[in-house]
């Protein structure tokens, strides 16, 4: 069984070197998580999620928009502490439909031009959050 645990107990009962990274916008109260957590020369970084625009497939030209959003994202979180796609050490994928992983790959090398690419798995999740086709974590490491 998993256990979930607040933002606000794991914060309180980290070690004192753990400290939540910046947000690029304030998180509404409703939201259990935080968007960066910095532990020494680590970021770690909550899931973002790709969502599909009104009206594009979501396994098109949708889904390509929708990979794009979750980078961006994570560039945003990135940004915000300093850090850019080259400092990403890790990234996790969760695909709605694993059929999707040669479009996911096509739009996600893009943001590591000219940089190494992070280690990474992928996997099949059926019923992500929002009903969205994608999410991708990431790892950061400070220099």
Known sequence: MVRLIPAALLLATTPAFAQPAPAPQPM???VPFSPAIRVGDI???SGQI???PEG???HKEG???AVRGAMDAIGGILKDNGLDYGDVVKCTVMLDDMADWP???AAYTPY???KRLPTRSAFGADGLAL???LEVECIAAFK
């Open 131 to 133: 009903g969205a086709p």
């Open 63 to 65: 889904f390509d928009a």
């Open 43 to 45: 970021l770690y970084m």
């Open 103 to 105: 479009r996911f790959n």
């Open 112 to 114: 590591f031009a000219g």
């Open 56 to 58: 594009m497939d979501a």
């Open 28 to 30: 509404p109260a409703s």
């Open 50 to 52: 790709g969502q599909v």
